[in-house]
């Protein structure tokens, strides 16, 4: 059974439409790339999924519920920029996602930053944006969550940073659980793809099994990508 | 043998291939034992289910085996080996001609430059 469904979700900021009459359903058990230039409505999706916008019309279910603080304790939301409160040491922030969220294993994320090196001692602020980036990731993905909801994780980060971030993705889901990750840059991540989305000005041109798809047209979805986007 | 993935071609059929090149190659030795999916997936870098519906093709095919409690490993059914090596080197075989005959290159030519072929390794020994 589908982990998210919209049922023709549409957010309209004022004049301008950021999704029209968006119908998904997200089965567990997924990898699925949520790919569309920038301005695409991503970004948008993946905050209506955790109420932080409200539809403008249809709407969003998670486990079959309306977003709210419900749906937040099983769901693992990475934001596309900086989130924290960056003068906590990574020490603390740990101690913060413990408080919050009871599917969040502290010592596997200890575990994590230990071997990447970085002092747990370090105030966040002062770490690179490299670093922050995957001291974030490894708190998302510490979590034992339902769906993980990732927005440009790799963005932004170099070749060795994004191999280890989607190494960190790959071995620490829970294989019941569904990732979302959105992305403008497929061909970083089409590997680890099951499926993927292209989202067109607010709306959804394509969802298919991303080795269905390469059958299909021959080509790397990231080829395939940039066929469909050509400026 | 590097993980490497070309366009166009379903992960998992590039995968079945690499996995077949490592065990002609002795990197995976009859009897031997594979790892576990989601570290293969994660040295690979690609999705574990991915991963698992490559190593479920091969188990069909015979190559894999898996015991219950302990994992998967690598037949060590000799006619087994024997004809994916025999349908490996028939790819290479295609390729080779495909790739000669573009050059202009008939078949008797093709075959006179096979057998006239020294490799280098041979000529030091």
């Known amino acids: ?231 | 043998m590097k993980w490497e993935f070309k366009s166009g071609i379903p992960i998992y059929l590039q995968i079945i291939s690499l996995l077949k090149m490592k065990i002609a190659a002795g990197e995976l030795p009859p009897g031997s034992q594979v790892q576990p999916v989601r570290e293969l997936a994660m040295e690979a870098g690609v999705n574990p289910n991915t991963m698992q519906r490559a190593l479920t093709q091969l188990e069909q095919e015979g190559l894999l085996y898996t015991q219950r409690t302990s994992g998967r490993f690598v037949t060590e059914d000799k006619q087994v080996l024997k004809e994916m090596r025999k349908s490996l080197s028939e790819q290479y075989v295609k390729d080779l001609f495909e790739a000669l005959s573009k050059i202009g290159m008939n078949r008797e030519e093709i075959i006179e430059a096979v057998s006239s072929f020294e490799s280098t390794d041979e000529k030091e020994a």
Not at chain 1, 58 to 84: C, H, M, N, S
Not at chain 1, 132 to 155: C, F, N
Not at chain 1, 194 to 208: A, Q
């Open chain 1, 1 to 231: 059974m589908a982990v998210v469904v919209c049922n023709n979700l549409t957010k309209r900021y004022g004049k301008k439409t950021a999704l029209q009459n968006v119908n998904l359903n997200l089965e567990p058990g997924r990898i699925i790339g949520l790919a569309g230039p920038n301005g695409s409505g991503k970004t948008t999706m993946i905050k209506l999924m955790q109420r932080m916008l409200v539809p403008t019309e249809g709407q969003v279910l998670i486990q079959g519920k309306e977003p709210g603080p419900e749906t937040k304790a099983v769901v693992a939301y990475l934001p596309d920029r900086d989130f924290l409160p960056d003068w906590m040491k990574v020490s603390a922030l740990f101690g913060l996602y413990q408080s919050y969220y009871a599917d969040f294993d502290r010592a596997a994320a200890e575990r994590m930053i230990a071997s990447l090196g970085i002092d747990q001692n370090q105030t966040f602020k002062k770490l690179s944006k490299g670093t922050r980036e995957k001291v974030q990731l490894i708190l998302t993905m510490s979590r034992k969550a339902q769906v993980y909801l990732l927005d440009e994780p790799i963005a932004g980060v170099d070749p060795a940073a994004r191999d280890y971030i989607i190494r960190t993705i790959i071995s620490n889901y829970n294989p019941e659980a569904m990732v979302l990750i959105s992305t403008h840059l497929i061909a970083d991540i089409e590997a680890v793809l099951d499926e993927v989305i292209f989202l067109k000005e607010g709306r959804i041109v394509l969802h298919e099994n991303a080795d269905d798809l390469r059958t299909k047209v021959s080509m790397s979805v990231d080829e395939y990508f940039r066929e469909v986007f050509r400026c």
